[in-house]
């Protein structure tokens, strides 16, 4: 029997309110960001072998920047990846400077490609920063994200990322959008999607994932 969407969000919400902050970073820093990080790495490798220069916007600490560095080095594509994020971590795996979520700190034309990774959705303006993205790549914005089609898989979103985040104090707004929401919002952009994707990391990923690699 399956559950309402209403009785799958209490229960959510009844879940979490069991467990302490501390048991929540101690399963993200040694399950859930591993896994995480390992599937993004293997999805956005193949989208970036024709990129010299990437600029990781939303980067926080460059694990993942750093990944997709090394993954690319050993099949011979030499990329530099350049950070950025609103808040600066002690201890980055890349090089990282302040942004201050409205403006990015380069020239027009200043990377190849520009990666957005899970940051829009915390984010009131998505589409200021998608256009900033824009305006700094010469080639391609790299877009991965979430979208939802059901009040189920908004809980499902907003779950994992109370999970992901909430422990670190990082602003949640729950700005998931549907496919359509993101459709309207590159059309206004004016780019051109070279390819999307829609996918979940494994058959137990609750979360509905979405990737545009976007011609600027």
Not at 30 to 36: H, K, V
Not at 119 to 139: D, S
Request: charged share 20%; with cysteine.
């Amino acid at each position: 029997m399956f559950l309402s969407d209403k009785t799958y969000e209490s229960l959510s919400i009844s879940a979490l309110k069991l467990v302490s902050t501390s048991t929540l970073k101690l399963l993200n820093e040694a399950i859930l960001f591993p896994l995480r990080r390992r599937y993004l790495t293997r999805i956005l490798a193949p989208h970036l072998k024709n990129s010299k220069s990437v600029l990781d916007l939303g980067a926080s600490d460059g694990k993942l920047a750093a990944l997709l560095q090394n993954k690319l080095a050993s099949q011979d594509v030499d990329t530099n990846f350049m950070g950025c994020d609103v808040h600066l971590q002690s201890e980055t795996h890349i090089p990282v400077i302040r942004y201050n979520g409205h403006h990015l700190p380069f020239p027009d034309n200043s990377f190849d490609c520009v990666l957005i990774i899970d940051v829009l959705h915390h984010t009131e303006e998505a589409l200021q920063v998608i256009q900033e993205a824009k305006r700094v790549a010469n080639k391609y914005v790299l877009i991965k994200d979430h979208y939802w089609n059901t009040s189920k898989d908004f809980t499902s979103l907003k779950l994992a990322d109370f999970i992901g985040n909430k422990p670190y104090d990082i602003h949640l707004p729950y700005q998931f959008l549907t496919e359509q929401n993101w459709h309207e919002m590159i059309e206004t952009c004016q780019m051109n999607i070279v390819t999307s994707q829609k996918f979940r990391f494994n058959q137990l990923d609750p979360c509905k994932h979405i990737l545009f690699k976007l011609e600027v």
